[in-house]
């Protein structure tokens, strides 16, 4: 990295493994006096990368916590750059809490904030910024494509497609800036070495904004593709939303208006995450509270992924507010029903749950459509802010007319070079740190 951060010399600790009663609890330790807690609990330290039966004992008292598996993982070949080791203790939270407190009394041992082995890992170069992220989004993913997406950039697709744009851009700044140096010698091909670099900025560019020509897949898929149900009172967006959620999450009633306020829904649609979101029903209406909730429904349908516009058996279209937003027609309450069938959208009962199958099929084949399958490279609005400031500076650089003062090339290429180092967490980070780990969950 080029700027320098902190270095970490205490000694952390948290648990790995979820809360609760389960078989197993996993207990992990990074930092110089993780030898020492093995030491003090484990009356020893074993065989290096071994996992080794020991039975763990209050280091002030000598009262004995548990019979556990141990492991002492000396750096830098760790997961977090330090030395390390781990307790495998019995799953009981009366354990686990005995534990953790014998290692708060090992001198230089403190508990573990959210994201802090992660971030001592990117601290200490066993990942970039981009991977430690992808710690993170598999830990919360919750469907395929969201994990397939996560273990992409775990992996290092983008950071390393990042790092070759980087390296990229420093040869070229290196060419601009040779081409200062030594510009009072005569022997410089100022317009060759112009168009060259106009060239190769150009293409550089391009590849840049090619990554970011993807609809924003990659920050949709992480937080879900939204559909939004919408449509007069008593349309059925209640009991439809309860039908293919699964469960009786909204209140359904044949009093217009009881739906004030959205209620959101996520649920895995082949492996693709989706928000279901129900919604006031669109109506004038001089209830002050209702008419909150009506414009929240606009406000949901302008930033919704699809809507689905339900209109049932003696009820209208409601067209306001629909018409720019991708839609899909649904005719509700088909048991009910008594004259020949509307034409055009589907037709579905959620009470008989006829025409559900079709419906959730039409979603999902929307959601694949726009979300992808895990493929896109940019994931986080940090990386496309921070590819959108190179590509700018790039694009100055490409359109640079003859004549045009080397000292401006050279820092715009500089600037963009920075930009691309920020994406991997190269570059002036640390306040950026801060807001990423806490994200984190402990133990991570």
Do not use: Y
């Not at 009786?248 to 649609?269: F, H, K, N, Q, Y």
């Amino acid at each position: 990295m080029t700027d320098a951060l902190p270095a970490r010399d205490d000694t952390i600790f948290a648990p790995a493994s979820g809360f609760g009663r389960a078989a197993v609890a996993v207990v992990r330790i990074t930092g110089p006096a993780s030898g020492c807690a093995l030491d003090l609990l484990a009356g020893g330290r074993p065989e290096p990368r071994r996992l080794s039966l020991r039975r763990l004992r209050d280091p002030e008292s000598g009262d004995t916590l548990d019979q556990a598996l141990v492991a002492w993982l000396p750096g830098p070949a760790t997961a977090t750059g330090e030395d390390m080791a781990e307790f495998h203790l019995h799953g009981g939270l009366a354990v686990r809490t005995a534990v953790l407190r014998a290692l708060a009394r090992v001198p230089g041992c403190r508990p573990a904030e959210a994201g802090a082995f992660s971030r001592r890992a990117f601290l200490n170069g066993r990942v970039d910024l981009t991977e430690a992220e992808g710690i993170a989004d598999l830990i919360d993913a919750e469907t395929e494509a969201q994990r397939l997406q996560a273990l992409r950039q775990l992996d290092g697709a983008l950071g390393r497609q990042v790092a070759a744009w980087r390296e990229t851009g420093v040869e070229l700044l290196a060419g601009a800036e040779a081409a200062l140096d030594f510009a009072d010698e005569g022997d410089v091909d100022e317009d060759g070495l112009d168009a060259a670099l106009s060239g190769r900025a150009a293409a550089l560019r391009d590849a840049i904004r090619g990554a970011l020509a993807d609809g924003r897949r990659g920050e949709r898929l992480r937080e879900g593709f939204c559909v939004v149900l919408a449509g007069a009172p008593n349309a059925g967006k209640s009991t439809l939303l309860n039908a293919l959620s699964g469960r009786e999450a909204a209140i359904v009633s044949d009093i217009p208006g009881t739906t004030r306020d959205a209620i959101e829904v996520r649920c895995d649609l082949g492996g693709l995450p989706v928000v279901l979101v129900d919604t006031a029903g669109l109506r004038e209406t001089e209830d002050a509270i209702e008419a909150e909730g009506v414009r929240r429904t606009h406000r949901h349908i302008r930033s919704a992924d699809l809507v689905l516009h339900l209109v049932p058996p003696d009820g209208e279209a409601v067209t306001e507010g629909l018409s720019d937003i991708p839609a899909l027609l649904v005719r509700t309450k088909s048991d009910l029903a008594t004259g020949a069938a509307a034409e055009g959208g589907l037709t579905v009962s959620a009470v008989t749950g006829a025409g559900l199958d079709a419906l959730l099929d039409a979603v999902q084949d929307a959601a694949a459509a726009s979300l992808g399958r895990g493929d896109a490279l940019v994931t986080r609005d940090r990386h496309r802010d921070a590819l959108s400031r190179a590509a700018a500076h790039l694009d100055r650089v490409a359109a640079a007319p003859a004549g045009f003062p080397p000292e401006l090339i050279a820092e715009d290429l500089r600037l963009a070079v920075r930009a691309l180092g920020e994406v991997g967490g190269h570059v002036g980070v640390e306040e950026m740190l801060d807001r990423l780990f806490a994200g984190f969950c402990i133990g991570k």
